[in-house]
């Protein structure tokens, strides 16, 4: 495959500070950061991102602040470029299958002199396309995908595919909802990380879907009381040695998606909801925690489950360790008496990979029932250790889903002792007690 085809271009150009009067200075500095980030965070991938301006001022001060701030990332994916968003193949020979268009809350045609030429080109049935995806007001810092139609001239000629509608922040007063530079400088950030993951997530053949619609739409639930909904259904014991498999992936429904908008933009949500997050990871705190500590470490790459996981993702399974361990420590300086244990559950629930980091005093109201408790005292649950075992040794992980689910069912036994007599919830949480006050 040639280097043409494998790169991918977004043309886009300087957010607000031509249409909303943002100082141009700040808002290179809030646009190159956002670039570095997700370029560093997908540093795999052929991206050329093509930052297009009429205004050579605009242009210098992305170049000035690029350079300062770049690292070690390569020259080509991110580049300055004088010229017409519409006209980048015919003029310059450089293709964006994607291109970003400022508009305003209305998302009426031309709000500006490129959204002006874009509803000149492609008619109103652009309009219309927009309206029927998107009937409600325009939120700023939200991305907005259309596709545009493959018998016109900007598909055939110029290669743009889809344009990404952004409501970006206004600071201009004479027009409607100007906001102070303080605001405009966190929506402005919230801005190029939409384009930025509407791009991401087209770019891989998925429909774009907006943080905020994400968060509206998904139940608060945890990952495991959804496991529990299949794995209620009957199944009939097997043992681990016959009829290995490799589980299959959870369906594509709204709750799948739970864990997606934290690694997607964890800076959105509160430090009582994500504990750290840096370009690998993001560890946040189990909604319904199992125990007095209960976390989740979730790499920020896009593996599903650990039925995903190969021999070349060791580094990654070793890396989430280490992390765990991070974590463990922080929590034992606060509380010595705990001690953790680092691992998975045997079948997945939900789209994204995460580990648990989960103490094991097991004391706390979201215990309820006998599935919370063998998910994470019976063989259910894999120590991070044995996963990487597993991978060096056979290069991919397989379970028996039948067998694994069954093992949730198991009599209730206490994880610390030879109990023989706990048959009911409130009879264990009563015996944890009594072992924590013990230590």
Known sequence: MNEQKRVVGLGFPSISTNFGDFPIDIA???????????????????????LTEQDSKVLNVFELKWKEIKDDLEDFKFQTKKGNLLQLKSDLRIECRFI??????????????????????????????????????????EAYPVKVPKDSDLHKSEGIEQIIFVVSPNMNPSRPDPVSLEKAKELLKKTYDSILNAFWELTNGQEYRSITTIKDNVQEVSAFDILMKSASKPSSKISPESS???????????????????????EMFPKSEVYYYDNEFVIIFDKYPKAKNHLLVIPRKQIDNIGELKKQNLELVRALK???QWVIEKMKQENPKLFFRMGFHAVP?????????????????SLKNKKHWNSFTTEFFIDVEEIERILEKQGEVKFNKAYYEDLLKSPLKCHLCDAKSIKFIPDLKKHLEEHWNES
Not at 244 to 266: A, E, H
Not at 349 to 365: A, E, N, T
């Open 322 to 324: 280490e992390k765990g």
């Open 28 to 50: 290179a500095e809030i646009g190159c950061e956002a670039i570095k980030e997700f370029l560093k965070l997908h540093k795999e991938f052929d991206f050329k991102l093509i």
């Open 244 to 266: 290995r498999r490799t589980p299959s992936k959870v369906g594509s429904g709204g709750w799948n998606n739970v864990l997606l908008p934290y690694c997607q933009k964890p």
């Open 100 to 141: 970003v268009v400022e508009t305003t809350w209305r998302m009426k045609p031309g709000t500006n002199q490129l959204s002006k030429q874009i509803f000149d080109a492609l008619g109103s049935k652009l309009h219309e396309e927009l309206k029927r995806l998107y009937p409600k007001p325009g939120i700023v810092g």
């Open 349 to 365: 629930s939900l789209r994204k990979l995460h580990m648990h980091v989960i103490s094991q005093d097991f004391i706390s109201p």
